[in-house]
């Protein structure tokens, strides 16, 4: 498997959060948060190993950490909940490592879709 790291910049609340995610040698994955922001720490507490097959295919009212993200991360729009899967679908070998980004654009700005 993959070790995967993550930097999340999480915007306008200027938090960040590095995310380590590396196989525990039992096809389990674990995931190592660093982060400026309460919530986000206190999100990672409670996170166990996990199993990147089913956490990557689960639907997201039953993702162990969209459940854990819901009881403490007051922002929906969070983004790192988000990096925490991509990072575990890196570490399980379910994905390949490619940047994501959320870009504003200006009204009249032509995008090619």
Do not use: Q
Not at 29 to 37: F, V
Not at 51 to 73: G, H, M, Q, R, W
Not at 76 to 88: F, G, I
């Amino acid at each position: 498997m993959t070790d995967c790291r993550v930097c999340v910049d999480a915007g306008v609340c200027k938090m960040r959060t590095l995310i380590t995610a590396k196989d525990n040698g039992m096809g389990l994955i674990e995931l190592d948060i660093k982060s400026d922001c309460p919530n986000v720490l206190k999100m990672s507490w409670r996170l166990e190993p996990m199993s990147p097959y089913a956490e990557v295919e689960a639907e997201f009212s039953k993702s162990t950490i969209y459940k854990l993200a819901n009881d403490a991360i007051p922002h929906t729009a969070c983004p790192v909940p988000s990096a925490m899967v991509k990072a575990l679908e890196v570490a399980g070998d379910l994905g390949l490592k490619r940047g994501v980004t959320i870009e504003f654009v200006e009204d009249g700005v032509e995008i090619d879709i």
